[in-house]
T-cell receptor, first 115, second 113 residues
């Protein structure tokens, strides 16, 4: 489809394992965001990519979290040595022109469960 | 820094009741303001927006007016329906070369038939 695609939709992993979450933004969108949504909580900003600018990593909760965006398109969020508190839905969103018009298009999220 | 504060939920109303979900913001300059909605089992989607003071955004019977004097963008609907049950997020963005959108904590709305 033409929307933001995230994979996997569900991931169950054991504590201490590494996980990778993938986001395919809408073609042509220059801005890409990762958010985390824990059960019953709001959106926690993680990282923001805008074109060729250095990413805004100010929301990453620890150095176990990292993200990259290859070729200005697909992004991967990596969580190393997962902990139970990492369990959440990880949302990716993309937008045109840095999101200046404010309309973000969200994927359906990747639900991560750390046992 | 920039921030958004919204009323805590959950909010429970009867069908056809009047809805207000409060949202206030802190920002330098002139941000644009948004309401996003997350229906059960779905991704977030833009509900409405306003880009300058006194603008009114509207969609699906919902309205919100950008009030610079009170730094507010309250969401209102005159007669809610069961299908409006969702989580509502207020958000802002400031226009700059590296701006990012900032969300409030969300307000869960439940409508009783």
């Amino acid at each position: 489809g033409a929307g933001v695609s995230q994979s996997p939709s569900n991931k169950v992993t054991e504590k201490g394992k590494d996980v990778e979450l993938r986001c395919d933004p809408i073609s042509g969108h220059t801005a890409l965001y990762w958010y985390r949504q824990s059960l019953g909580q709001g959106l926690e900003f993680l990282i923001y990519f805008q074109g060729n600018s250095a990413p805004d990593k100010s929301g990453l909760p620890s150095d176990r979290f990292s993200a990259e965006r290859t070729g200005g398109s697909v992004s991967t969020l990596t969580i190393q040595r997962t902990q139970q508190e990492d369990s959440a839905v990880y949302l990716c969103a993309s937008s045109r022109a840095g999101g200046h018009d404010g309309e973000l298009f969200f994927g359906e999220g990747s639900r991560l469960t750390v046992l | 820094g920039n921030s958004v504060t919204q009323m805590e939920g959950p909010v429970t109303l009867s069908e056809e009741a009047f809805l207000t979900i409060n949202c206030t913001y802190t920002a330098t300059g002139y941000p644009s303001l948004f309401w996003y909605v997350q229906y059960p089992g779905e991704g977030l989607q833009l509900l409405l927006k306003a880009t300058k003071a006194d603008d009114k955004g509207s969609n699906k019977g919902f309205e919100a007016t950008y009030r610079k004097e009170t730094t507010s963008f309250h969401l209102e609907k005159g007669s809610v329906q069961v299908s409006d049950s969702a989580v509502y997020f207020c958000a802002l963005i400031r226009y700059s070369s590296a701006s990012k959108i900032i969300f409030g904590s969300g307000t869960r709305l439940s409508i009783r038939p």
